[in-house]
């Protein structure tokens, strides 16, 4: 039973723009915290942005002012736009919840930036 599935990944160059999308299929979407990870080769998977159900969202410094974290609760979708990235921002991207426990990660999404 996949609850979370990540679509959107590609390849882009420098200086591009992808928008991420999280399709979630569990009650109570609306009024829980949802939030985008990454994860790098040999890393952990790594908070960089959340929304509350009230709409409040934060982001770690490295993608402030360039990604945007944005939902529609009657669609139960979740989305990461994704502005000016950097061969940094190369990684998977899974979506979760933000607070409490997590769901069963899903495959994730890749991205890659690179000319």
């Known amino acids: 039973q996949v609850q979370l599935v990540e679509s959107g990944g590609g390849l882009v160059q420098p200086g591009g723009s992808l928008r991420l999308s999280c399709a979630v299929s569990i009650l109570n979407f609306g009024i829980r915290t949802w939030a985008w990870y990454r994860q790098r080769p040999g890393e952990e998977r790594d908070l960089i942005a959340m929304?509350?159900?009230?709409?409040?969202?934060n982001y770690v410094d490295f993608v402030q002012g360039r990604f945007t974290i944005s939902k529609e609760n009657t669609a139960n979708m979740l989305y990461l736009q994704m502005n000016s990235l950097k061969p940094e921002d190369t990684a998977i991207y899974y979506c979760?919840?933000?607070?409490?426990?997590?769901?069963?990660w899903g495959q994730g999404t890749h991205v890659i930036v690179s000319s």
């Open positions: 929304i509350t159900g009230g709409d409040l969202t």
């Open positions: 979760n919840t933000g607070q409490g426990s997590r769901l069963p």
